[in-house]
């Protein structure tokens, strides 16, 4: 049976197979070391994104100039997706997420990206943004760190929260307010080294589904004029974050729609199986109702993402197109999770079982990346409401 939105995969066909395979034999025996609910190491992590960068799938859409393989975003999209539905646990970590290349940096001097780009697009280094604050998580840019100017540089002073992978990021991105020579206040992104002076970690969060989250505290951290990303006096980082951001929400997309789909896979296995009544459970229209919606929903969704991916490569980037992408496949995700749950009785509410974990991992996925009720605010902004 073809799926309608096997039109957009097939041209990846040979690049999806041959990711598939590397997750079957290579992360598949790691991760069934990881035990139940366990998140890997850091060490683990910096393995696999290495060995994913060596074989060409780890930041694809970076240029080979880079350590990139010159890959279409729609192929990323498209692997993707296809890390969600191996339902291996290590799988995404093969490809570039919060913690890989910025395309921000895309922006900097030559000196910054090949001293930062570069190493993050080979996967030998990672980074982390610090754009949220107490004060500002949706309203991002309504920010209280600020960076003034001084002889030779600036003083950045703040307090960031809820960072990826701040305690290990070899570089962080840091979102501080700049003076125009207006004298009003504008975002500019920074770029701290781990361990700079006047940078440190505060308050330490750990996820529902295991990832640890940290503040991180700048006080008054002074940093030379080259930290500042781009040429000039401080590009505007609120126009170059605009594209980033719907990148970032595609992607999300995909791997929600891949989580989706394996889910649901796992939901029909069980419901071909398990019996009740003297009959499987699949026979029962009220569970067929779950996996069938669920089908229907994940199908859409899935081919939303996949033209909207497309239309990047074609560049048409407006930010609706991503944010009707990710409104609608993050929330089918958390629907066919819980649906797929919901088929599997007390068997999925078990600790250990995929779903019980998938459960709480993609409640992650509304928040991240703009919540859904910010996607609604985009897209009502371009339909010329609010
Ligand atoms: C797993 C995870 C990883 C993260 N990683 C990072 C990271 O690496 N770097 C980083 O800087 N941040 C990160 N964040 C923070 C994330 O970006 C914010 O949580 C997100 O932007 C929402 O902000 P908030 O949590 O402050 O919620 P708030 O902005 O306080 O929103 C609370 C509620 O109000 C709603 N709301 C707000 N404004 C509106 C509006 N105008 N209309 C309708 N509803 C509205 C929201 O949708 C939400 O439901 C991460 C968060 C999570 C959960």
């Not at 699949?282 to 497309?310: I, N």
Request: hydrophobic share 40%; charged share 20%; net charge negative.
């Amino acid at each position: 049976m073809t799926e309608p939105s096997a039109v957009f995969e097939d041209e990846y066909r040979e690049l999806l197979d041959s990711f598939g395979a590397f997750v079957r034999r290579e992360l598949e025996p790691l991760a069934a070391e990881l035990g139940e609910g366990g998140h890997p190491s850091h060490e683990l992590c910096s393995y696999v994104r290495q060995r994913s960068a060596q074989l060409g799938f780890y930041a694809g859409d970076y240029p080979e100039s880079l350590g990139g393989s010159d890959m279409p975003f729609s192929a990323v999209v498209a692997l993707q997706h296809a890390a969600g539905r191996t339902g291996c646990r290590l799988a995404p970590y093969a490809l570039a997420g919060s913690e890989g290349p910025s395309p921000l940096l895309l922006g900097g001097t030559d000196e910054q990206i090949k001293r930062y780009l570069e190493p993050l697009v080979r996967g030998q280094r990672t980074r982390c943004l610090a754009l949220t604050e107490p004060d500002a998580g949706s309203d991002a840019f309504r920010l209280t760190t600020t960076a003034d100017r001084v002889d030779g540089g600036w003083v950045i002073s703040g307090r960031k929260t809820f960072v990826s992978n701040a305690a290990h990021a070899d570089l962080v991105l840091v979102v501080a307010a700049v003076r125009t020579p207006a004298g009003q206040r504008r975002p500019a992104v920074f770029l701290l080294e781990q361990g700079h002076p006047g940078m440190r970690l505060g308050q330490r969060y750990e996820g529902m589904s295991g990832e640890v989250l940290h503040e991180l505290v700048l006080d008054a951290a002074e940093v030379p004029d080259e930290a500042l990303l781009g040429d000039g006096d401080a590009p505007d980082a609120l126009g170059a974050s605009m594209g980033s951001l719907s990148r970032g929400r595609l992607m999300v997309a995909a791997m929600c729609n891949g989580i989706a789909e394996y889910a649901l896979s796992l939901g029909v296995e069980y419901a071909r199986h398990r019996r009740a009544f003297g009959r499987p459970i699949g026979d029962y229209q009220h569970v067929q109702e779950h996996l069938v919606t669920s089908r229907a929903e994940l199908e859409a969704s899935k081919v939303l993402t996949l033209a909207c991916a497309r239309l990047v490569d074609s560049g048409v980037e407006p930010p609706e197109n991503a944010a009707l992408a990710k409104l609608t496949a993050s929330t089918m995700a958390v629907r066919v999770v819980d649906r797929a749950l919901q088929v599997h009785g007390a068997t999925g509410w078990v600790r250990g079982h995929p779903l019980e974990f998938l459960y709480r991992q993609v409640r992650t996925m509304t928040i991240i990346e703009g919540t859904t009720e910010i996607q609604k605010v985009i897209i009502a902004g371009a339909m010329g409401l609010g």
